[in-house]
T-cell receptor
Framework: GENVEQHPSTLSVQEGDSAVIKCTYS??????FPWYKQELGKRPQLIID?????GEKKDQRIAVTLNKTAKHFSLHITETQPEDSAVYFC?????????????FGPGTSLSVIP | SAVISQKPSRDICQRGTSLTIQCQVD?????MFWYRQQPGQSLTLIAT?????????ESGFVIDKFPISRPNLTFSTLTVSNMSPEDSSIYLC??????????FGPGTRLTVT
């Protein structure tokens, strides 16, 4: 089955700096890669996703890149703000398969220091 | 995005008892899932709730411990049976939207004493 790894497990940056979180996946058939942000005590929220036919996607200060050959994908947050502090989860899925289940990475705890 | 509610939001239960968690969605969805999130951990998929048929369980989870019902396309229940302290966790239902985005319910925080 699919296995998703994520690094680093914790990340601390100064406000205004960039943060990068990297993930790898094992199933080459995976074609959908969402990222979730989970603030303390709250549910995971989808912040951006990318599909295998796209190499990069950007939404304001957040961007995601995908390297299908290497089975790597990354989240980039620029101009970080204290409200970006949260746990971020990457995930992988196969759209179109009967179950469509999403497998999550272990998470990265991001702290943005004012 | 779908609006998902869960009941109860939290509960404290005695060892050996069972708790049923309800998940209600404001629109019909094909895919519904149940996850467990232990403190400081990632989300672990328990099972896929199939409408009109038995749920599909992931490795390490069995129907006798986590029976699931899904009578229609907007509702599902997860029962945690014969609870032990190790079952203390947050249980979340989730649904997949028409463009494959996955949304989560607010979660049920379960403490077993």
């Amino acid at each position: 089955g699919e296995n998703v790894e994520q690094h680093p497990s914790t990340l601390s940056v100064q406000e205004g700096d960039s943060a990068v979180i990297k993930c790898t996946y094992s199933d080459s058939a995976s074609n959908y890669f969402p990222w979730y942000k989970q603030e303390l005590g709250k549910r995971p929220q989808l912040i951006i996703d990318i599909r295998s036919n796209v190499g990069e996607k950007k939404d304001q200060r957040i961007a995601v890149t995908l390297n299908k050959t290497a089975k790597h994908f990354s989240l980039h947050i620029t101009e970080t703000q204290p409200e970006d502090s949260a746990v971020y989860f990457c995930a992988a899925s196969i759209i179109g398969r009967a179950s469509d289940k999403v497998i999550f990475g272990p998470g990265t705890s991001l702290s943005v220091i004012p | 995005s779908a609006v998902i509610s869960q009941k109860p939001s939290r509960d404290i239960c005695q060892r050996g008892t069972s708790l049923t968690i309800q998940c209600q969605v404001d629109s019909q969805v094909t895919m519904m899932f149940w996850y467990r999130q232990q403190p400081g951990q990632s989300l672990t998929l328990i099972a896929t709730a199939n409408q009109g048929s038995e749920a599909t369980y992931e490795s390490g989870f069995v129907i006798d411990k986590f029976p699931i019902s899904r009578p229609n396309l907007t509702f599902s229940t997860l029962t945690v049976s014969n609870m032990s302290p190790e079952d203390s966790s947050i249980y979340l239902c989730s649904v997949v939207g028409q463009t494959y985005e996955q949304y989560f319910g607010p979660g049920t925080r379960l403490t077993v004493t």
